[in-house]
């Protein structure tokens, strides 16, 4: 199918488009760039140097995707940007490439959901199926796995790791790694138990979620050391493999994990 250009639109020799494209009024695409087939670009959305997309994207008004990594030791080298299929960027977020520090480049998955004013910085890897909401700003390097919730006006220390499942509370700082399948929320973020709501919806079996709660519990809140608890926990839910991958993600955790909330505070059934 024939794609639909308007006129005002502004596209260097040098992108490679893809076909069935809908490219609105006043968009840019830069030199080096490729856009997969079924893409949207609304109007005045900017499409940048070295950004490479699949099928089916959709990049809302006044998103700038693919800009020069806000890092002093950047110098104009080639660094990308790369986007997997069906991402529906929204109004105004702000997608950087990588940096030669870093991975060379920023890599966005499938099927994720960037809403308004989302900023993601240079040498991020996101997984697919992500979800950020309006003002979430994660710094360099960070990582979030798939599946992934991250509420409004948050903010991501650089390179934290957030595991699959996670869900992060909105209008809260992370500094550390966030455990995959568990819920995090606070000003300085603390953990508030496996994301139960979240991971009946995306068929989790409850005996895998029982067992998630009972592991938490063990790690985060029976005063054993850290050693001592994984190697109980490991014991006691081998076969349970949401488990494994649980204490796989503290074993290697590099920044520290981010602890529990204070025992006062509000458990999930």
Same mark, same amino acid.
């Given at each position: 199918?024939a ?11 040098k #992108?490679? %488009? ?7 009024? =006043? ?8 856009? /997969?087939? /079924?893409?949207?670009l609304?109007p ?7 950004t ?9 008004? &006044?998103?700038?995707?693919? @800009? ?5 030791? =950047? !110098? ?6 790369? %986007? ?14 990588g940096?030669?520090?870093? &991975?060379?480049?920023t890599v966005? /998955? ?5 809403m308004? =004013? #989302? ?9 697919d199926? *992500?979800i ?32 699959? =499942? ?11 790694? *966030? ?5 995090? &929320? @606070?000003?300085? /973020?603390?953990?508030?138990?496996p ?9 989790f079996? $409850?005996? +895998?979620?029982? +067992? %998630?709660? !009972? ?6 809140? $029976?005063? %054993?050391? !850290?050693?001592? $608890?994984?190697?109980? *926990? ?31 505070g509000?458990?999930?059934?």
């Amino acid at each position: 199918m024939a794609s639909n250009i308007h006129p005002t639109a502004i596209i260097d020799s040098k #992108a490679e %488009l893809g076909d069935n494209l809908n490219i609105g009024p =006043y968009c840019v695409v830069e030199a080096n760039t490729k856009i /997969g087939d /079924g893409t949207t670009l609304e109007p005045f959305s900017i499409v940048k140097q070295y950004t490479e997309m699949g099928a089916g994207n959709h990049i809302h008004s &006044h998103a700038c995707i693919g @800009g020069n990594p806000q890092h002093v030791a =950047y !110098k104009g080298e080639e660094t990308w940007l790369r %986007l997997g299929d069906n991402n529906s960027i929204r109004e105004s977020v702000t997608i950087h490439r990588g940096t030669l520090q870093g &991975h060379s480049e920023t890599v966005v /998955g499938s099927n994720c959901l960037f809403m308004a =004013y #989302a900023h993601v910085a240079h040498d991020c890897i996101i997984g697919d199926n *992500v979800i950020m909401a309006n003002s979430v700003n994660l710094a360099g390097h960070v990582e979030v796995g798939d599946r992934v919730i991250i509420s409004g006006m948050s903010a991501v220390q650089q390179f934290v790791k957030i595991g699959d =499942y996670a869900f992060l509370g909105g209008a809260s700082g992370y500094k550390q790694d *966030v455990p995959p399948y568990m819920l995090a &929320h @606070g000003v300085r /973020g603390a953990l508030y138990g496996p994301n139960l709501i979240g991971l009946r919806r995306n068929g989790f079996s $409850s005996d +895998a979620c029982k +067992a %998630l709660k !009972k592991a938490y519990k063990i790690i985060f809140r $029976s005063g %054993l050391t !850290k050693q001592a $608890s994984l190697e109980q *926990v490991e014991d006691e839910f081998s076969s349970f493999p949401e488990v494994m991958n649980l204490v796989t993600f503290i074993r290697e955790s590099k920044n520290g994990v981010t602890p529990a909330a204070h025992k006062n505070g509000h458990e999930q059934d």
